[in-house]
């Protein structure tokens, strides 16, 4: 005897679906309100914002790194087998969501910090910045970018699947753009993680590349 699947929408994929991963998501920003509300009303240590966005801002980049050389490999044989299709979808939009997060935070923290506090304009409007424009802009373009990237992959059923795959790119351009927001305006000691991470993504692209030429040229 067989029985009928279930009726109504199907999930879209394991790992996003999952109440735990929601209930984490919403304490994590919970979190990250809070720690702002800290700094905004000067509670603890003088650097609290500081430290803050130093942290926040390097295990943003980390999740970046890893999701935009993971996307890269989603399907193909490279994949880890371990998981399903489903899965590996579902983990890379969790990072990548966090990332987005851990971002927004770490450019919001500037609004709050002690020492050189920005206006929010000057953190959401590229090149508004006073203190280190620059530096400033290629992170506010780069999350602009990866938010894009996140959006577009929630109406992609809305989309042309050209047009979806077109916006997914985005990663790449916002990937570069916020290594080199590290790079400038970072004060740690971070160049021995920004190398292994522009390495890692290039090698992975480079993977995807070939294999795409290779059924073009099957094709023909």
Avoid at 12 to 35: C, H, K, M, P, Y
Avoid at 155 to 169: C, E, F, I, T
């Amino acid at each position: 005897m067989t029985t009928r699947p279930p009726t109504g929408r199907l999930p879209v994929n394991s790992v996003l679906d999952d109440e735990r991963n929601t209930a984490l998501t919403a304490g994590l920003l919970l979190i990250f309100a809070l720690a702002y509300v800290a700094c905004w009303l000067h509670l603890g240590p003088h650097t609290l914002a500081w430290s803050l966005n130093r942290a926040t801002g390097t295990v943003a980049y980390l999740l970046l790194a890893v999701t935009t050389a993971t996307g890269a490999l989603l399907g193909s044989r490279s994949a880890p087998t371990w998981l399903s299709r489903a899965q590996q979808a579902g983990w890379h939009g969790v990072a990548s969501s966090f990332a987005l997060a851990l971002g927004t935070l770490h450019g919001l923290l500037l609004t709050v910090d002690a020492t050189y506090p920005q206006s929010l304009l000057a953190v959401v409007i590229p090149g508004a910045s006073r203190v280190l424009p620059l530096p400033v802009a290629l992170g506010t373009l780069g999350l602009y970018g990866l938010a894009l990237v996140i959006l577009s992959t929630r109406a992609r059923r809305r989309l042309n699947p050209r047009v979806w795959k077109a916006l997914h790119l985005t990663a790449y351009p916002a990937f570069a753009l916020l290594t080199a927001h590290g790079v400038t305006a970072g004060t740690d000691q971070l160049g021995p993680l920004y190398a292994t991470s522009v390495a890692l993504v290039a090698f992975t692209f480079s993977l995807r590349l070939l294999k795409e030429t290779g059924k073009r040229k099957a094709a023909h």
